[in-house]
């Protein structure tokens, strides 16, 4: 028994400048003749190179990625919930002293921070907690260190003093591995991204 091929389709040559139709004799073959084939080798070799570009970054990445200490991970998860506190609190002012976001610009520049109202160092297992971030100027949170009385007084008119005694009270100590802080940062990251969707 024989089993009969469909003949080949015409389809158009690649080269741009010449685009005639042609029935491929060979699987693949992209271009109606030799010169045609010439004509847009380098064209094949420009997205080759970009290709094999596009792997070696992605290697890179891989590589790095291994490289990485836990401290590194920890300062990426901390930036992913900094940003999203920022943005949470765009609309709100300073935690601390009430200004906003023009009054911060002659102040302080057009920076804010995300402080911590129970510092990294005093109590490292609330470090990604929310409710113990909010957005702060640059001046209350590095030249007044985060200007703690005025942060707290505020802090219970913004979330209740319920949380706030939370806050203030102790802690299970907690050692984050390297799986969650990059679950952690993968999770702020996704919120940050519902918000600029939400905002826009």
């Given at each position: 028994?024989?089993?009969?091929?469909?003949?080949?389709?015409?389809?158009?040559?690649?080269?741009?400048?010449?685009?005639?139709?042609?029935?491929?004799?060979?699987?693949?073959?992209?271009?109606?003749?030799?010169?045609?084939?010439?004509?847009?080798?380098?064209?094949?070799?420009?997205?080759?190179?970009?290709s094999l570009a596009q792997?070696?970054?992605?290697?890179?990445?891989?590589?790095?990625?291994?490289?990485?200490?836990?401290?590194?991970?920890?300062?990426?998860?901390?930036?992913?919930?900094?940003?999203?506190?920022?943005?949470?609190?765009?609309?709100?002012?300073?935690?601390?002293?009430?200004?906003?976001?023009?009054?911060?610009?002659?102040?302080?520049?057009?920076?804010?921070?995300?402080?911590?109202?129970?510092?990294?160092?005093?109590?490292?297992?609330?470090?990604?907690?929310?409710?113990?971030?909010?957005?702060?100027?640059?001046?209350?949170?590095?030249?007044?260190?985060?200007?703690?009385?005025?942060?707290?007084?505020?802090?219970?008119?913004?979330?209740?003093?319920?949380?706030?005694?939370?806050?203030?009270?102790?802690?299970?100590?907690?050692?984050?591995?390297?799986?969650?802080?990059?679950?952690?940062?993968?999770?702020?990251?996704?919120?940050?991204?519902?918000?600029?969707?939400?905002?826009?």
């Open positions: 028994m024989t089993i009969e091929r469909k003949p080949a389709k015409p389809k158009p040559c690649k080269n741009p400048a010449c685009r005639a139709s042609f029935v491929p004799q060979r699987l693949g073959q992209a271009v109606c003749s030799p010169k045609c084939g010439l004509a847009i080798k380098d064209v094949n070799q420009e997205r080759a190179r970009k792997v070696e970054r992605s290697e890179i990445k891989v590589r790095k990625e291994k490289l990485k200490s836990r401290a590194d991970h920890l300062r990426e998860a901390q930036a992913a919930v900094n940003e999203y506190v920022r943005l949470r609190d765009a609309h709100l002012p300073c935690i601390s002293c009430d200004s906003t976001p023009n009054d911060n610009d002659l102040m302080t520049g057009s920076r804010w921070d995300a402080g911590h109202y129970r510092s990294v160092g005093a109590c490292p297992e609330l470090r990604f907690e929310p409710l113990n971030i909010h957005r702060q100027c640059v001046k209350c949170n590095r030249n007044l260190s985060g200007n703690a009385v005025e942060y707290r007084i505020r802090l219970v008119l913004r979330i209740g003093a319920e949380k706030v005694a939370w806050i203030e009270g102790p802690h299970e100590a907690r050692k984050y591995t390297v799986d969650e802080i990059k679950a952690i940062k993968a999770s702020y990251r996704e919120k940050t991204r519902e918000l600029k969707r939400a905002a826009a």
